[in-house]
Structures are given as C-alpha cells and as structure tokens.
C-alpha cells in the first residue's frame, strides 16, 4: 500500500509522450518555493477553502475527534487531533474541505495506469511516480514498474534525489528514465532552503548516472535563492562531468499558494516574483555553453 494524493492522466510534461503520472505522499525535503504542500506529510491531510464554506456545520457534527470549529472565516481545522478521516469531506456540500491522500494498493494504481496503456503505445508515453518523494515508499514503487514494465509501459520516476541507495538500487532495474532534480550546489545553502543537505543527493546522482538508466535533470529556477551565474555554472559543470546532457530548466510559480491557506501553514516566499523570459534564456545558454541541451519547461 502506499498514499497516493493525484493520478494525472494525460499529462505531457513528466516524461516522453502521453503519460499517467502517479503522485506519492511524503518528502524529506521542506523546499520554502514547493508548490504542492500536500506532497510533503506522508500521512492523510484535510485541506479548507473558507471562501466557499457556508458554515452549516456538518463537518463539525460528523467529526468523533472535534477537530473542527467555526469561525469568522468559516471552518478551521485542528491539526494536532484531525485523523485525516475525511469524513468531513464527504458530508461539505458546498465542497470547500478536500482530502489530500488515499492509500491504494499496487493493484489498484496498475489498474488506473491500464486504462490510458493505447495512449502510451501511440504517443511513446507510459507511466510516471513523483511525489514528494516516491522513494519513500520504493517497495511500492518496485512493484509497480516491475509491473509495468512486464507489459511493456514505460516507466519513469521523478525525485528529488533524497533516498537511501537501497531503495535506488531496488527501482532501478524498472526504470527507463529518472527526472532528477538539482536545486543548489553549496551544501549550505541547500540545508538553508531545503531543510537538508546535498551530500545524499549528490552521491546518488552519481549512483544513478553509473545505473545506465537515462538521466534528465531538472533544476528549479528560484529568484535570488539559484539562479546566481556562480550555482548555475556550477550545476552545469557538475552535471557534465557526470557525463549526462540533458537538462530542463523549471521556472518558479505561485500555482501552489493556495494550499498552503487550505493547510494553515505559511508560504513564506509570497513575495517572490517568476522569473522573465530573459533571464530563463540566459540560464539556459550557460547550460549550452557546457555542451548540455537545455530546455526550458513551463
């Protein structure tokens, strides 16, 4: 079993083709700029938007652990005690609580990804687990790309490098293609925006790039946080030593700032504004410079 907060059917950006792209609870990075918050817990979370509660108080007589209360706003929900039923979701007619996360089985999840498979043949897609991180839960992730794999599929995972070496050398052999992502070479700096070092992920980039599995790098533009001249020809140098040669830059947005209020939690990069067309083509020819194809994703 594992928690899953999204199936995104018909997705075009996590990988070649038309792909299914399966999202995992559960991330042991805390990046200040995440734009899906609810990736980070591992647990079930329930998330409000006030703006469309009507305040009937369903959700306050159906919950057995009082975790939620009106007020001026609309609902608030108590963290410390909320079990993450959903049974407040179920009973909220004006759909302002949402539930983030349901624990599906491998066969569950194999099932939904079968039901696009003409697609993947079509279009050279196939299948995609992302996260948070999915190597979390790699015992899950083996199972499924073994699975997929065996009929076929293509498969990829997206991570942000974060996982111990044994659960990359248990997903390995079933994968066709990682996405990785880099988002800053000073360990220091990383720790400061992060909440971890780099010295894990580093070690298995270079894990992964021995593997012989294809590589994509995927480096977050951040204003003012990475997108220095000195990290990003450092990142360029770094990953053409590795011998790898494709890399896709991800410009910041704000998509995700909502779900930071559905959570109660701050975002504390509101003020951050996505960076111009101009300066995501300047990052990019550095990368070029280096021999790298570089492509710039939005």
Same mark, same amino acid.
């Given at each position: 079993m594992a928690v899953v907060f !999204?199936?995104? =059917?018909f997705s075009i950006e996590d990988g070649p083709g038309i792909r299914t792209t399966v999202f995992l609870k559960g991330c042991p990075l805390r990046c200040l700029w995440c734009s !899906?918050?609810?990736?980070? !817990?591992?647990? /079930?979370? @329930?998330?409000?938007r006030n703006s469309v509660c009507t305040k009937c108080g369903r959700c306050m007589e159906i919950c057995k652990v009082k975790a939620t209360s009106l007020t001026d706003e609309g609902t608030r929900t108590n963290r410390k005690v909320c079990t993450g039923c959903g049974k407040?979701?179920?009973?909220? @007619?004006?759909?302002? =609580?949402?539930?983030y996360g349901k624990e599906m089985s491998v066969e569950e999840v194999y099932r939904?990804?079968?039901?696009?498979?003409a697609y993947y043949q079509n279009s050279g897609g196939g299948v995609t687990v992302s996260g948070g991180e999915p190597l979390i839960q790699a015992d899950f992730v083996d199972e499924l790309l073994?699975?997929?794999? +065996?009929?076929?599929?293509? /498969?990829?995972?997206? /991570?942000?490098?974060?996982?111990?070496? +044994?659960?990359? !050398?248990? @997903?390995?052999? #079933?994968t066709n293609l990682v996405l990785f992502d880099l988002k800053l070479m000073d360990p220091t700096a990383h720790q400061k925006w992060t909440g971890k070092s780099n010295e894990k992920i580093l070690r298995n980039l270079k894990l992964v790039s021995c593997s012989g599995v294809p590589i994509v790098m995927r480096i977050p533009v951040i204003p003012g946080i990475n997108d220095s001249e000195e990290n990003i020809t450092d990142t360029?140098?770094?990953?053409?030593?590795?011998?790898?040669?494709?890399?896709?830059?991800?410009? #910041?947005?704000?998509?995700?700032?909502?779900? #930071?209020?559905?959570?109660? =939690?701050?975002y504390s990069l509101s003020e951050l504004k996505p960076p111009e067309d101009s300066e995501l083509e300047k990052l990019a020819n550095i990368f070029e410079?280096?021999?790298?194809?570089?492509?710039?994703?939005?």
């Open positions: !999204n199936i995104q =059917r !899906n918050p609810e990736s980070q !817990n591992s647990f /079930t979370e @329930v998330g409000h407040c979701v179920d009973v909220c @007619v004006s759909g302002a =609580r949402k539930i939904e990804v079968l039901k696009d498979r073994k699975r997929c794999q +065996e009929i076929g599929i293509h /498969t990829c995972i997206e /991570t942000c490098g974060y996982a111990d070496s +044994e659960a990359w !050398n248990k @997903v390995l052999p #079933y360029a140098l770094y990953i053409k030593n590795l011998g790898l040669r494709q890399v896709n830059l991800l410009p #910041y947005h704000k998509y995700g700032e909502g779900k #930071y209020v559905m959570l109660d =939690r701050q410079s280096f021999g790298l194809d570089c492509e710039i994703v939005k």
